[in-house]
């Protein structure tokens, strides 16, 4: 029998559904639960041929125990490896390398040095740092947020650059970048499971938080076509399962504004129910699927395009 197991933190309403909907299904020789742990030794293997992440990003103990996991043969949704050494700012670099549109973007240096180093450890640096060609680049207004950061925590938005200053100096140790605003007449959020399943949600991030999918945007068909390709190629090349995806659309131009939420939110009270019953339905088919290809012992992981090549040379050369 292979099991499906869920991961999971303070959320209530999607992980319970995911195991009802798996169990209703009833596959031949698969069942699923909520993961349970008691101890975690070294290369032992987990008893599960799949894992649905949706906490480790929160909890460093979940992360080291998907990757013993993952090292002896289960399908971890999604790939730790690569979620530990992903960031929002890499995202916005490949993304330009595949064609899709992003807005301008720069990385900025942390304001306060971080533990266990001097100015020293900056040498590399030149002070001060461009700011002017930086402020040129982006413009403004612009959002500062942190490089790796996600729920919208520590995002500003800045007016100038006499705002940036004071701002900035309130940011700490966290390494930020400082991003264009995209003034859209159109905004969607977009599931994507298992780098092939698409689902477009209209959703408006000015409005308060509750009432963000109440949003409606009369927009074209053909539109829509290149957001679910650019949502697509996005996660086929980074490997995501199981992620969202945002869009900002300007002059009918959808700029990928968020594309780095491995554990997006998929709580039915705040994204309704019919996006509920869609991202149910479809991860539960996804993991079925992947339960199925499992293969005990291997790799099972999902690597994207990005990294692959490196992979199938490393093969080849061995």
């Not at 266990?116 to 402020?135: C, Q, V």
């Not at 200053?165 to 390494?175: C, E, M, N, R, W």
């Not at 780098?195 to 509750?210: C, D, E, L, S, W």
């Not at 190629?233 to 990928?256: C, H, K, M, W």
Request: proline share 6%.
């Amino acid at each position: 029998m292979k099991k499906i197991g869920i991961l999971f933190g303070q959320e209530n309403t999607f992980p319970q559904a995911f195991v009802d909907r798996i169990n209703r299904k009833n596959p031949p020789g698969i069942l699923a639960e909520f993961v349970t742990i008691d101890k975690v030794l070294q290369g032992d293997a987990s008893d599960y041929a799949v894992i649905v992440d949706r906490i480790s990003q929160d909890v460093p103990f979940y992360r080291a125990y998907l990757k013993n996991a993952a090292a002896s043969g289960t399908a971890v949704i999604n790939n730790p490896f690569w979620w530990s050494a992903d960031d929002k700012f890499f995202n916005n670099a490949l993304a330009e390398k595949i064609g899709v549109h992003v807005p301008k973007t720069a990385l900025l240096p942390s304001f306060q040095h971080p533990d266990n180093t001097n100015e020293k450890s900056f040498r590399n640096l030149i002070y001060p740092f461009d700011w002017n060609g930086i402020f040129e680049y982006v413009g403004f207004p612009a959002f500062l947020k942190p490089y790796d950061g996600g729920g919208w925590r520590n995002v500003y938005r800045l007016a100038d650059k006499e705002e940036f200053f004071a701002i900035h100096q309130q940011t700490g140790q966290l390494v930020m970048m400082l991003q264009e605003e995209i003034d859209f007449t159109a905004y969607f959020r977009c599931y994507c499971i298992g780098g092939k399943y698409v689902h477009i949600m209209p959703y408006n991030p000015r409005h308060p938080h509750a009432e963000r999918y109440q949003a409606g945007f009369d927009v074209s068909d053909t539109l829509l076509h290149s957001i679910e390709a650019a949502t697509i190629s996005l996660n086929q090349y980074l490997g995501y399962d199981f992620n969202t995806v945002e869009f900002a659309v300007r002059d009918n131009i959808p700029y990928a504004i968020d594309f780095c939420n491995p554990a997006p939110d998929a709580d039915i009270h705040s994204i309704g129910p019919e996006n509920f019953e869609w991202v149910v339905e479809t991860s539960a088919q996804y993991a079925i699927e992947r339960a199925q290809k499992q293969e005990p012992g291997r790799d099972n992981l999902t690597w994207g395009k990005f990294i692959s090549p490196g992979i199938m040379k490393k093969n080849s050369a061995d």
